[in-house]
């Protein structure tokens, strides 16, 4: 068996973007320029390929100059207004979260071209959901991702911080190329989560937000106290 390939902590990979054109689709939010790899962005990060793209934002595999680390660069590809407060949204989230099992935030700002970014620890490893179509994790492996997934909730929970999208491809397991282990989990994609202390809600009362197989019913029913 072909042993499985690195994965980045995008949730969707897909092919990469070619071009450095800004394109539209007819029906569709207009695609903003895409960064060129080699290029610096904020005189701080140097992008390097693109780990994956999603409906919203890319993430590349970038150097941090400040110290020289790499981190995951992710990027919104459109110039939708409600895309961008989602992005803010996340990198504020995070950056008021330090949990060992939540991905960790490092800078986020605005391009020369008017994207947001968001950079976060690079991780290697697999998805859970992944993990879980290569093979079945014990009872023991099981116990043990619960614990570390329930005790960094609950450090995001004391913050006043809702996740609102916990599923298998937002649970990251860290690892090489064998694959992900289920005793090293990060939580990632905190892009709806609810934050109690926001002056603006991300949400209505009565909007249905998430991923319908994975939400509480009082999520699904839209109700604002989801705590």
């Known amino acids: 068996q072909p042993r499985p390939r690195k994965k980045t902590h995008a949730t969707e990979v897909q092919p990469r973007m070619r071009g450095n054109l800004a394109r539209s689709v007819p029906g569709k939010p207009a695609m903003l320029a895409t960064m060129i790899p080699g290029s610096l962005l904020a005189e701080r990060f140097v992008l390097g390929e693109v780990a994956g793209t999603g409906g919203m934002s890319t993430v590349y595999r970038a150097e941090d100059r400040q110290t020289g680390e790499i981190v995951a660069l992710k990027i919104v590809n459109t110039g939708e207004s409600k895309d961008s407060r989602r992005f803010v949204q996340e990198a504020r989230v995070l950056a008021d979260l330090s949990h060992p099992g939540i991905v960790r935030y490092v800078a ?68 090489d190329d064998t694959g992900g282990d289920t005793a ?44």
Request: aromatic share 4%; charged share 25%.
């Open 108 to 175: 986020h700002g605005i391009s020369p071209t008017g994207q947001c970014y968001l950079a976060m620890e690079w991780l290697e490893g697999e998805s859970l959901g992944e993990h879980l179509r290569r093979r079945r994790p014990s009872v023991p492996e099981m116990v043990t991702l619960v614990r570390i997934v329930a005790e960094a909730l609950a450090s995001a929970h004391a913050r006043g911080v809702i996740h609102r999208d916990l599923k298998p491809s937002n649970i990251f397991l860290m690892g």
């Open 184 to 227: 090293r989990p990060k939580i990632l994609d905190f892009g709806i989560a609810r934050m109690n202390n926001m002056t603006r809600a991300a949400t209505r009362t009565g909007m249905m937000l998430g991923t319908p197989g994975y939400m509480s019913p009082e999520q699904a029913r839209g109700d604002r106290n989801i705590d």
